[in-house]
T-cell receptor, first 115, second 112 residues
Framework: DTGVSQDPRHKITKRGQNVTFRCDPI?????LYWYRQTLGQGPEFLTY????????KSRLLSDRFSAERPKGSFSTLEIQRTEQGDSAMYLC?????????????FGQGTRLTVV | KQEVTQIPAALSVPEGENLVLNCSFT??????LQWFRQDPGKGLTSLLL?????REQTSGRLNASLDKSSGRSTLYIAASQPGDSATYLC???????????FGKGTKLTVNP
C-alpha cells in the first residue's frame, strides 16, 4: 500500500472558479478526513466520513464547500466560487476503526492558490 | 472548546543534543494523542500514537509521554540529527468527536 494519495499536489486558480480535489485513502480504511492548513498554523478539521456517510462537518465548511465519498472509497472536495481566503493546503487523512487503533495517516496535501 | 498549545514555537539545537518538545491541552477528556512531523510544503507523517490508557510510547530515538490529568504530553528526541529538522505537531482526539485538534507546532532546526 502506498499510503494516502491526493491529487493534484498543486492547484492555481482564478477567483470565482470552481476546483475539485481527490483523495484516495489507505485500502480498507473506513474513515476519511479533510483538514485545511494555512501558513504557520496547525491543520483545522473540515469534515469526516465513515464509509460513505458524512458524519461531521465543521462550521469552517461554508456552503461553497462540498465533500463526497461515493461507495466509501475515494473522496472529493469541491470548492465553488473560490475566494482568495481559500488559499491553503488541503490535507486528507484516513484511519480504520476496525483495528481499534485510531492512528490517522495523512496524504501529501493539495496546495491551493487563488489569484 | 479544546485548545492545544505547543511550546516552544521554534527551537534550534546543535547536532547530538537530546531535546524535549511540549504539548498541552485544555480539556483532559481525550482518548488519544498523536505526534506528527511535517517537512516544509509536505503532508504530515505520523510519529507516535498514545492511547488514553497508556502513559508513553517509544519508536527508535523518539519517546512520547502523556499525562491526561495535567493535560500535557512531551516528545523526547534523543541524539538529534540534522534530518530531524522539521515542524512537529501534536494533536488530540477529543472525546465525543472523531476529529483531531492540532497545536500550531514546534519548528525544530538541528544544526550540523
Amino acid at each position: 500500500d502506498t499510503g494516502v494519495s491526493q491529487d493534484p499536489r498543486h492547484k492555481i486558480t482564478k477567483r470565482g472558479q470552481n476546483v475539485t480535489f481527490r483523495c484516495d485513502p489507505i485500502s480498507e480504511h473506513n474513515r476519511l478526513y479533510w483538514y485545511r492548513q494555512t501558513l504557520g498554523q496547525g491543520p483545522e478539521f473540515l469534515t469526516y466520513f465513515q464509509n460513505e456517510a458524512q458524519l461531521e462537518k465543521s462550521r469552517l465548511l461554508s456552503d461553497r464547500f462540498s465533500a463526497e465519498r461515493p461507495k466509501g472509497s475515494f473522496s472529493t472536495l469541491e470548492i465553488q466560487r473560490t475566494e482568495q481566503g481559500d488559499s491553503a493546503m488541503y490535507l486528507c487523512a484516513s484511519s480504520s476503526i476496525r483495528t481499534g487503533n485510531t492512528e490517522a495517516f495523512f496524504g501529501q496535501g493539495t496546495r491551493l492558490t487563488v489569484v | 472548546k479544546q485548545e492545544v498549545t505547543q511550546i516552544p514555537a521554534a527551537l534550534s539545537v546543535p547536532e547530538g543534543e537530546n531535546l524535549v518538545l511540549n504539548c498541552s491541552f485544555t480539556d483532559s477528556a481525550i482518548y488519544n494523542l498523536q505526534w506528527f512531523r511535517q517537512d516544509p510544503g509536505k503532508g504530515l507523517t505520523s510519529l507516535l500514537l498514545i492511547q488514553s490508557s497508556q502513559r508513553e510510547q517509544t519508536s527508535g530515538r523518539l519517546n512520547a509521554s502523556l499525562d491526561k490529568s495535567s493535560g500535557r504530553s512531551t516528545l523526547y528526541i534523543a541524539a538529534s540529527q540534522p534530518g530531524d529538522s522539521a515542524t512537529y505537531l501534536c494533536a488530540v482526539y477529543q472525546g465525543g468527536s472523531e476529529k483531531l485538534v492540532f497545536g500550531k507546532g514546534t519548528k525544530l532546526t538541528v544544526n550540523p
